[in-house]
């Protein structure tokens, strides 16, 4: 190589300096894609055939009770109890008074091994607690605060009298 073939700024081979490379040239912007939707009828990818548009697929019902619903029944539970109850005495109580209203997915088993139900029901509790409803005095108990005792009856769950109780045991949870 001769001195011709090397960058006078900074000693290196025009090959890798810098200064002796050109600049590269600009790119061109980039554009989105215009895109049109005819409301009439789509083309399926699968049979190419123009197709009607569809309604919305009516909703799939329930597989498990949701959290909310277990919060009159935990308050009333509690509230029949005198506002405090031991977590564990509470929970089987929900248990046995929702016993006819929980669904077939709420008795599996979760990723913990709990039944589904009882996650759920604790998701309830720590969001009464969230909402100043109800607090734990002490680790295994749940009690009422002032405004959860003061709540009007409407907001409570409680057995209706021509209910009948359920005396036997819960069912074993499934795997699910």
Known sequence: MSSADYCEMCDLPLSTCVHGMPKPPP???????????????????????R????????????????QDDFKPWLVGVLQDAGGTE??????????????????????????QGEPRWRTALRWARKELADEGLLHAPQPGVWALTDLGRAL??????RPEPDEPAETAEPAEPTDG
């Open 152 to 157: 009007p009856t409407e907001f409570v769950a």
């Open 51 to 66: 197709t009607p548009e569809r309604a919305a697929a009516p909703a799939r019902p329930r597989l498990r009770t949701h």
């Open 86 to 111: 031991e977590s564990e005495v509470a929970i089987l109580e929900v248990e046995r008074r929702m016993a006819a209203r929980l669904l077939p997915g709420d008795r599996e088993l979760g990723p």
């Open 27 to 49: 790119e061109p912007p980039k554009t989105a894609p215009v895109r049109t939707r005819t409301a009439a009828a789509k083309a399926s990818p699968v049979t190419r055939r």
